[in-house]
């Protein structure tokens, strides 16, 4: 069997052709929504979320199995959107008041949420094993209408972070100035937020909860070596999270392992190996004054404006 | 007469338990060239910041153009000028996409129309054309504030309000501050200044506000030049300790030119 025939086998396959659509969009809209949290130094509100979008899986179960639904876990993945949205409010919230209280209400969030899970889901009759398809991902088991609610998803996570990168961008990089101008800058930290939550639960099912900060910080990572711009940064990061991903899956088809895992790592070892080399592949500047604007005269601040006004120099100096 | 561009009345602000600014009243006339001045701590910045709001106030009244602070208010019209960029976060950011973002505004979530252009135009007028694409995080201290006025003046502001625009700043950048100021001023545009000193701004300033202990110590004419340093007000930054200054006599003396 040739290369060729073994692509077209993989392709025809329609769990593969969902897996691989899936993992595309979250591999696209991850690193989007990480450029965002890394430039606000919320690299870890990743985290955060998954770790209480497990308590919502839970609860959906929960839920599901009071009211006789089949398959129990009908309602696990709006349990989740609910419970990661809620969390990601909260967050942000916590964020806005201040940092020295925030450490702490987040460790609690971040455990709180495991338990919660684990606790729940023992109530709605499950076990610990009906979670670990969650934490660690199965996207060998989306089913069309993960498909769909992925798609969505995505598709509106992509829309608002690239649509409103440069507004996203001026509260991320500078909410001072971003408040003086007038911005809506507490409606712009909760759609960043937001749109961080929608992006763990569809990432959910690709990496696993646990693995969901990953694939949208470590491809900012490794594109923010290279990339000069924050609009570079972001569309390099992109790239990078879809690469990894339909690679990641792509391994998993012909070894046995487990697809999140094989893509964290993939871009992990992508990052080892670029920071490596990269001062030999990145072009070096080409030799110049470093500060062609200065004086090269030492003038000190003190000398010009302790004469007073009439010695300050032509502004043209 | 016209409405003033910044009228507060009452003004009381109160951070971290501590009241930071007490009754102010300003009122700043179209067209004027205010000095705002006060020792370090003395709350300049945090009234700017009030006025701008983004410190919310405890009690009292800010009209921008008329207007209550909020979204109806003429955001567009101000351009505001921080002390610094805030600290580099991870992810590199150009000159061009700073001043980017001082074309978006209240309502106006998108880049308008002809946004490259403007920008590049606003960053060309500060004398870093050149340097457009060039990460913020590796430009020196002066060239950083220098994209800072840029991203104030990209949205063509009637009122520019700068937090001491010249202190540790290298001669060059100094220069185009009092260059920019000193062009729009001609230009009718309404300029708050926050300054340690009135240095190279002296020719330039109608009048200072002089605040101490987040009240108006002072308001009229500035300071004459030449006694600047007898201003109680005054902080020296020679490398020289400071000697106290002695407490007694009259809490304030200010010498008027004639
Ligand atoms: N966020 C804040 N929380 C508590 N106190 C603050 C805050 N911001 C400023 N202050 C205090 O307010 C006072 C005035 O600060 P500021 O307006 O920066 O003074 P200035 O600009 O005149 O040097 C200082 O004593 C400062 O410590
Ligand atoms: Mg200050």
């Given amino acids: ?317 | 007469m016209s409405t003033p561009v910044i009228e507060a009345t009452g003004l009381g602000v109160t951070l971290g338990g501590q009241p930071i600014l007490d009754g102010i009243d300003l009122s700043v006339p179209a067209g004027e060239v205010l000095a705002l001045l006060g020792a370090n701590g003395s709350g300049k910045s945090t009234l700017v910041r009030t006025l701008l709001g983004v410190v919310p106030r405890t009690s009292g009244e800010v009209r921008l153009f008329g207007a209550p602070l909020g979204p109806s208010a003429p955001w567009h019209r101000i351009g505001y000028v921080p002390q610094r960029l805030p600290a580099a976060a991870g992810v590199p950011a150009t000159a061009y996409e700073v001043v980017s973002s001082g074309l978006l505004h209240g309502r106006t979530l998108r880049p308008p129309r002809g946004h490259r252009r403007r920008a590049l135009a606003a960053l060309d007028d500060v004398g870093l054309g050149d340097r457009a694409f060039q990460r913020v995080q590796e430009m020196s201290g002066g060239q950083q504030q220098r994209v800072l006025i840029a991203r104030a003046l990209v949205r063509d502001p009637d009122l520019l309000v700068l937090d001491e625009p010249t202190s540790g700043i290298d001669i060059p950048t100094q220069a185009t501050f009092v260059d920019t100021v000193s062009r729009l001023h001609d230009a009718g545009t309404t300029v708050v200044v926050i300054l340690h000193e009135l240095g190279p701004f002296a020719p330039l300033i109608d009048r200072a506000v002089v605040l101490r202990h987040g009240r108006v110590a002072h308001d009229g004419a500035p300071p004459r030049a030449r006694d600047e340093h007898a201003g109680e007000w005054h902080d020296h930054t020679h490398a020289h300790p400071d000697p106290e200054p002695p407490r007694t006599g009259p809490s304030l003396s200010v010498e008027v030119n004639p």
């Fill in chain 1, 1 to 317: 069997m040739t290369a060729w025939d073994q692509v077209v086998e993989l392709l025809s396959s329609p769990l593969m052709q969902r897996a691989l659509l899936a993992a595309i969009l979250v591999g696209a809209a991850a690193p989007v929504v990480g450029t965002f949290l890394v430039q606000r130094r919320m690299a870890l509100m990743g985290d955060g979320i998954g770790h209480v979008a497990l308590t919502g899986v839970a609860l959906g179960w929960l839920v599901g199995s009071w009211a006789g639904l089949v398959p129990q876990d009908t309602l696990a993945l709006p349990g989740a959107v609910v419970a990661a949205v809620v969390g990601s409010i909260v967050i942000e919230l916590v964020r806005e008041r201040g940092r020295t209280s925030g450490d702490l209400a987040l460790a609690l969030m971040f455990y709180g949420g495991i338990a919660g899970g684990v606790l729940l889901i023992k109530l709605a009759g499950g076990t610990n094993a009906n979670l670990i398809s969650y934490l660690f991902g199965s996207i060998s088991t989306v089913s069309s209408a993960d498909l769909w609610w992925t798609v969505g998803l995505a598709v509106l996570v992509l829309t608002l972070g690239v649509g409103l990168r440069t507004a996203l961008f001026a509260v991320s990089h500078d909410e001072e100035f971003a408040r003086a101008s007038g911005l809506p800058v507490r409606l712009l930290s909760m759609l960043v937020a937001t749109i961080a939550a929608l992006t763990v639960t569809i990432a959910m099912r690709v990496v696993g909860l646990l693995l969901v900060s990953a694939l949208m910080i470590v491809p900012v990572a490794i594109a923010q070596l290279f990339a000069r711009s924050f609009g570079r940064t972001m569309m390099l990061a992109s790239v990078v999270g879809v690469v990894v991903s339909i690679a990641g899956l792509v391994l998993t088809y012909w070894q046995d392992i487990p697809p999140g895992a094989t893509i964290v790592v993939l871009a992990i070892l992508v990052y080892a190996v670029t920071a490596t080399l990269q001062p030999l592949l990145r072009r070096p500047a080409p030799p110049r004054d470093p500060h062609p604007d200065m004086v090269d005269d030492v003038l000190l601040v003190d000398d010009v404006t302790d004469d007073g006004p009439l010695s300050r120099p032509a502004p043209t100096a």
